[in-house]
């Protein structure tokens, strides 16, 4: 007997959290379990339609939602800790022991799901990681497709650049990196090819304009690829149609001590001592996929 879905997460406050919005139908009803990833056993989740790791607050069940996917069809979701690859963290990379994809890698070898969606942040420093998250799915016969964009390309204000990825057991192939020489609209992109694949091979994801917002006209998510997705028209009018500003039209802007003004929540206030309820929802906000980044994701890839 099928049991909806399966929460994964480790935060105490964020599994109540879940638990709360299954109780209030906002995501696919299911289970929460606050183990680590590290201690989960693949026969665990032999009963769920869909794993969502990493869970979080629910955002990847939200945004699957969202873009139409019904709450009975197949997937698995998940953010790998970004803490070992970002420029924020101490740089740990690979040693740093929330380097948790071996873990993932092993439930997702051993159960096979049809179809995986996953987040990352977007850097150099991310590179090598997408590079063995890719190898080690095209080793399983997965099909891999990844595009970096910010949360600016949808509307918001703020830039946020992340890396989404997806994987389709029923579209394996020959993949490749591609990398933008100008990051001007979808100009000047050469690709480098990759396991074998012809340039011209496959069809481009949409590229990211951030002209103007990095050192020397790079953009900090150059390092985009395409690959199981093909017909990247589906993910460049899925972005258009996003109106800037649109879902965050009412984003109050606050001038800080730097002399720089930044966007937050409407009705959000400075924080204060003794809010520790608000200092959850902040932590459990700024650790959360971007909603409306993961719908326009998801809607391209529905359409393989």
Avoid at 75 to 100: I, M, N, Y
């Amino acid at each position: 007997m099928m049991r909806g879905a399966y929460y994964n997460e480790i935060d105490p406050a964020a599994a109540q959290w879940l638990r709360n919005l299954i109780s209030a139908g906002h995501i696919a009803p299911g289970d929460v379990d606050e183990r680590s990833i590290e201690d989960v056993r693949p026969d665990d989740l032999k009963p769920y339609t869909q794993c969502h790791f990493f869970a979080g607050i629910g955002v990847w069940s939200y945004a699957l939602r969202r873009a139409g996917w019904p709450d009975d069809r197949p997937v698995w979701t998940g953010s790998c800790p970004c803490q070992p690859f970002s420029t924020a963290g101490k740089g740990a990379g690979f040693s740093d022991e929330r380097h948790l994809w071996p873990s993932w890698f092993h439930l997702i070898g051993e159960r096979k799901p049809a179809t995986i969606f996953g987040e990352q942040v977007a850097s150099k420093d991310a590179e090598p990681w997408i590079d063995l998250v890719q190898d080690d799915l095209e080793a399983l016969g997965y099909g891999v497709g990844s595009v970096p964009f910010p949360s600016a390309s949808v509307g918001a204000p703020h830039i946020r650049d992340r890396l989404y990825w997806m994987a389709n057991a029923n579209n394996a192939g020959s993949q490749r990196h591609w990398r933008p020489e100008s990051v001007n609209g979808s100009q000047g992109r050469e690709a480098a090819p990759r396991h074998g694949a012809e340039a011209g091979e496959l069809g481009w994801m949409a590229d990211t304009n951030c002209d103007g917002r990095h050192k020397a006209g790079q953009c900090e998510s150059e390092a985009g690829r395409d690959g199981a997705f093909g017909d990247s028209g589906a993910f460049e009018r899925a972005a258009a149609a996003s109106q800037v500003n649109g879902f965050w039209r009412d984003a109050d802007w606050l001038f800080c001590r730097d002399q720089k003004w930044r966007p937050v929540e409407p009705g959000t206030f400075p924080l204060v001592d003794g809010a520790a309820a608000r200092v959850v929802r902040l932590r459990a906000y700024g650790n959360a996929i971007n909603a409306e980044q993961a719908r326009i994701f998801i809607e391209a890839g529905m359409t393989l």
